[in-house]
């Protein structure tokens, strides 16, 4: 799994970037990180990206994180869900405004990976 948070104007401050994983989802541990700290809560589920400030001159960074999915029989023929809607958060280090952004959740089917699309049914070992 990745985060990659792409910017063109204005330093931001207070990143975070967040998300829970489903009962069938476990957390294996941050594989890249370009800046900030990356958290697992195993009590709530929860993924975190935290980065105090992102500089003008940097306009893009990334964390990247294993994930494992256990499917149960309930599963089987269908998209299995690997991800809550993502949260995003932070400050505008120009304006001081906060800004909210939030994407869909992610499950199996994959539709940004043309490889991938519409194959990822749960089937039976």
Known sequence: MEWKIEKTIHELERVAVSASL?????????????????????????????????????????????ITLSPSEADVGRFADLLSETRFEFSDGKTGESVIRTSSSLNTDLPDDSIAKRKGVVTKP
């Not at 958290?39 to 990247?64: F, G, H, M, R």
């Open 22 to 66: 489903p009962k069938a989802v476990s957390f294996d541990g941050v594989k890249e990180i370009d800046a900030g700290d990356a958290e697992y809560d195993p009590a709530l589920k929860l993924v975190t990206w935290t980065i105090n400030k992102i500089p003008e001159d940097v306009n893009d960074l990334l964390v990247s994180f294993d």
